[in-house]
């Protein structure tokens, strides 16, 4: 599935910061990724040095949480991820299942974690 037209034009060994998010624009120096599955396959296809996450993704889509559950379950691997979601709640959640797959061994413990609001 391609997400969006300019990612194949990024080389395999530079790394990119990544924007999850269906409804804000998209911050400099960021790819957008409006869906949790396009996130995913940019994550799991490229070098990403920070990804940054919403938790609501529109009416019925998957979420940041369903996108934190596949990425520990996967073994994935980013430099840091921000959190800049207003959901509190939700951002709760994703925080929790970042530290359980942190002491369950499914992802590196060392991984930054970084709230930064929207």
């Known amino acids: 599935m391609l997400c969006i037209g300019r990612i194949f034009k990024l080389e395999?060994?530079?790394?990119?910061?990544?924007?999850?998010?269906?409804?804000?624009?998209?911050?400099?120096?960021?790819?957008?990724?409006?869906?949790?599955?396009?996130?995913?396959?940019?994550?799991?296809?490229?070098?990403?040095?920070?990804?940054?996450?919403?938790f609501n993704m529109g009416w019925g889509a998957k979420n940041g949480l369903d996108f934190v559950e596949a990425f520990c379950t996967e073994g994935l691997y980013v430099n840091e991820i921000h959190f800049h979601t207003n959901d509190v709640i939700g951002m709760h959640k994703?925080?929790?299942?970042m530290d359980k797959g942190?002491?369950?061994?499914?992802?590196?413990?060392?991984?930054?974690?970084?709230?930064?609001?929207?």
């Open 94 to 97: 994703m925080k929790q299942r």
């Open 12 to 54: 395999r060994e530079s790394k990119m910061n990544v924007y999850m998010d269906d409804q804000r624009s998209c911050p400099f120096g960021y790819v957008p990724a409006t869906t949790v599955e396009c996130a995913l396959q940019m994550v799991r296809d490229y070098d990403v040095n920070i990804l940054s996450l919403d």
């Open 102 to 118: 942190k002491e369950e061994g499914e992802i590196t413990p060392h991984l930054v974690i970084k709230y930064v609001g929207s």
